[in-house]
């Protein structure tokens, strides 16, 4: 608040006749105004003055005409102190709830602050060297673009999700990658190589459930969601997982949080359909999920329906997002620049002439 209350004690003791503003007849120039004013707040208010690192403890207000009114110019007329503390209050007292969304580009709300002219800002940096003015805003109120402010990008997303995809080199890659998972549908098994499924299957740590590839550790939780399911070959539990009491919402819950890891944005329907569950009982997995932190929700392709996301691909998918941004607007380079205004002139050659060379278009004009 240093350079807003260094204003306000400028005016009012100005205003004050404090400083005065004429002496033998002739104006008082505005630097030695300043000056006057500064060795007045010094003689007034020390603290103020001081340098910060010089005070111990707080810094200590004095009982003064001038500090008075300039700390309630500052508190009440710049700012609405007031309200502040209301608005803390009611924070304190759960009537408010905080939520924080983490977008690609700033809110509509805070355009305000970024095109803001220099003397709004508290501190005294000049205009070229604020960091908003490196902050790139779209048009956000323009009815064209004021639906996808907070849109991933598709291209992210199908990056985060090939990225995220099992791509084993041996069997041991593909046991971890059952593990983690939790299990591989049929069409993904087919995308891989089949001797590593059967160097797993004849080693006995892997097995097929009906339609979905699962590793020997996952056989009591794929059991416990379909009791009825046949394992081909037919094999043992390690004695590490057959200890637990499975039931089927908490093995739904373990499955799809291991399903979540390399999905990427995928919906309940999609996520029961894998597993070969009701649509119901993955939303109250995906439930208990968010609420452990693990996934997040909301409607990051675009589509209408909900969607889930494991935490860590959405953080992911979201820095992927605003390095596209950033290099839509990162500047070319200096020869790049010089190349395009000799074309722009024109006093060099067009790209599209060098095209047109040599054909009867090129003659023609020529």
């Known amino acids: 608040m240093r350079p807003l209350f260094q204003t306000r004690w400028r005016w009012n003791t100005t205003i004050s006749l404090a400083v005065p503003r004429f002496r033998g007849g002739k104006k008082v120039a505005p630097q ?11 003689a007034a208010f020390p603290d103020a003055a001081a340098c910060l690192e010089n005070i111990p403890g707080d810094r200590q207000i004095p009982d003064h005409p001038l500090v008075t009114q300039t ?46 002219r220099p ?29 996808d402010i907070g849109a991933l990008d598709p291209h992210a997303i199908a990056r985060v999700r090939d990225e995220a995809r099992p791509d084993p080199r041996d069997a041991d890659e593909l046991h971890d990658a059952l593990v983690t998972a939790g299990f591989l549908t049929a069409a ?4 891989m190589p089949a001797v590593l499924f059967e160097s797993l299957t004849s080693s006995r740590r892997a097995t097929r459930a009906d339609q979905l590839w699962i590793a020997a550790e996952r056989i ?25 009491d499975w039931t089927r919402e908490t093995a739904t819950v373990e499955l799809l949080r291991g399903r979540m890891s390399i999905a990427g944005p995928s919906t309940p329907a999609c996520l029961a359909e894998s597993l070969g569950v009701p649509e119901a009982e993955a939303l109250a997995a995906l439930h208990d999920l968010e609420g452990q932190g693990i996934v997040l929700r909301g409607r990051f392709t675009g589509i209408a ?20 941004l950033r290099a839509e607007i990162e500047p070319v380079s200096a020869a790049d620049f010089m190349r395009f205004l000799f074309v722009w002139q024109p006093r060099g050659p067009c790209p599209s002439a060098e095209r047109h060379r040599g054909t009867p278009l090129h003659r023609r004009q020529a």
């Not at 030695?32 to 010094?42: E, F, S, T, V």
């Not at 309630?72 to 102190?81: G, H």
């Not at 993904?188 to 995308?191: D, F, G, R, T, V």
């Not at 939780?221 to 637990?244: F, M, S």
């Open 188 to 191: 993904e098994a087919a995308l």
């Open 32 to 42: 030695l105004q300043r000056m006057q004013a500064d060795d007045l707040m010094a």
């Open 119 to 147: 003397w709004a800002f508290l501190d005294d940096a000049p205009l070229e060297e604020r960091r908003t003015q490196a902050v790139y805003a779209r048009r956000s109120t323009e009815p064209s673009q004021a639906g």
């Open 71 to 116: 700390m309630r110019d500052c508190l009440d007329e710049a700012m609405d102190f007031d309200g502040l503390a209301r608005v803390l209050e009611r924070v304190h007292a759960g009537e408010l709830r905080l939520i924080t969304r983490d977008t690609p580009e700033p809110s509509a709300i805070s355009h305000e602050i970024l095109n803001a």
């Open 220 to 244: 009591p939780e794929i059991l416990a969601v379909h009791p009825a399911a046949r394992l081909d070959p037919a094999i043992d539990a390690p004695g590490t997982r057959t200890g637990r």
């Open 305 to 324: 329906e909900l969607e889930f996301c494991d935490r860590s691909l959405l953080a992911r998918i979201h820095r992927y997002t605003l390095n596209r």
